[in-house]
């Protein structure tokens, strides 16, 4: 990972998982099985860092970003929006059919994902002592990640009702993405179950149907 300094080493608050490690090494690593929601895999993110002297402050427990044997693990060059409600599957479909989608190699694709990329440790620390990140402090490390992935895909899941559009805090990063100063590309995806849930009802009932649906959104 290249010694310390170095853009993505360890301890780099850009570094993030490679999308071919996601894919294929992940579940393996916290032993799940990807039906779980991210909340549902958290007490496991944390266990792996667990022990570990985090490269960033020196304390003990670090991110999971810093302890996953993934080789590919970089500087991030896309950033996912999503909800801890969403199933591990899902974010790996959605990632892998971004990736298709847009001709991306999964090997050379490094994707910030908050639940693995903050120390979790700390967050919970937090949390413990009643502490609160104020809306101008989110801000402003949001747009540190981003103006680094230049890229952000927010995950849509249902496609007919998303839960990501009932997240404020991820209305407020899709918002916050088309204010960044730079070009910053903002795009949707559906999990593979979703996208074919979604062609299943244009092709079956019309574009019309498609539009009601979407317009009780």
């Known amino acids: 990972n290249g010694p310390t300094g170095e853009k993505g080493h360890k301890g780099d608050l850009n570094r993030a998982l490679s999308v071919s490690f996601i894919v294929d090494g992940l579940y393996n690593d916290l032993d799940i099985t990807g039906t779980e929601t991210v909340h549902e895999i958290e007490l496991k993110i944390r266990k792996a860092g667990e022990g570990q002297i985090c490269p960033r402050d020196k304390r003990l427990g670090t991110a999971y970003v810093d302890v996953a044997p993934d080789p590919l693990a970089g500087v991030a060059n896309l950033m996912l929006s999503y909800t801890w409600g969403y199933t591990l599957d899902k974010i790996k479909s959605s ?5 298709d989608l847009k001709g991306r ?7 910030w994902i908050c639940c693995f990329c903050v120390n979790q440790h700390r967050v919970h620390e937090a949390k413990e002592n009643k502490q609160t990140v104020s809306t101008e402090q989110f801000r402003e490390v949001f747009q540190c990640r981003v103006r680094q992935a230049g890229k952000v895909v927010g995950l849509l899941s249902p496609w007919d009702n ?3 559009l ?3 805090w991820c209305l407020f990063e899709a918002w916050e993405s088309t204010r960044i100063e730079g070009k910053i590309e903002l795009d949707f995806v559906l999990p593979e179950e ?5 062609v299943e009802q244009l092709t079956s009932n019309g574009l019309d149907s498609v539009n009601k649906v979407l317009g009780e959104i």
Do not use: M, Q, S
């Open 95 to 99: 990632l892998a059919r971004y990736c």
């Open 105 to 111: 190699l999964y090997n050379e694709t490094c994707v």
């Open 162 to 164: 998303p839960d990501y």
């Open 166 to 168: 009932k997240r404020i």
């Open 194 to 198: 979703d996208e074919k849930g979604f």
